[in-house]
Nanobody, 124 residues
């Protein structure tokens, strides 16, 4: 059984930074493509960032490019999302996801496993 556990969310002010972490238990983390998605109240699930198993491919959603950085540490079965220059519109529940695929996916469909989410709230 594969389990994803996110942490690092919280309440911050606009312009602040946060670092989200996601640890994967079970499975073979080094073979997974990893992604971060977010969902605001009343909204759909939005792609934030994705990274391939070997870090060679990295993609970002347009709204976070230049502000967010995704990274992974295969030795720690972990993926991270460094979020800088946060804006109120970044407020959402952030989800970590894992895909059993050599491809790097920017849509939610191909992801096989999901975390429970961590709340990020940015005040103006």
């Amino acid at each position: 059984q594969v389990q994803l556990v996110e942490s690092g969310g919280g309440l911050v002010q606009a312009g602040d930074s946060l670092r989200l972490s996601c640890v994967v238990f079970g499975g073979t983390f080094g073979e997974y493509g990893m992604g971060w998605f977010r969902q605001a109240p009343g909204g759909g699930r939005e792609f934030v960032a994705a990274i391939s198993w070997n870090t060679y491919r990295i993609f970002y959603g347009d709204s976070v490019k230049g502000r967010f950085t995704i990274s992974r540490d295969n030795a720690k079965n972990s993926v991270y999302l460094q979020m800088n220059s946060l804006k109120p519109e970044d407020t959402a529940t952030y989800y970590c996801a894992a895909a059993r695929s050599v491809l790097t996916h920017t849509s939610s469909g191909p992801y096989d496993y999901w975390g429970q989410g961590t709340q990020v709230t940015v005040s103006s």
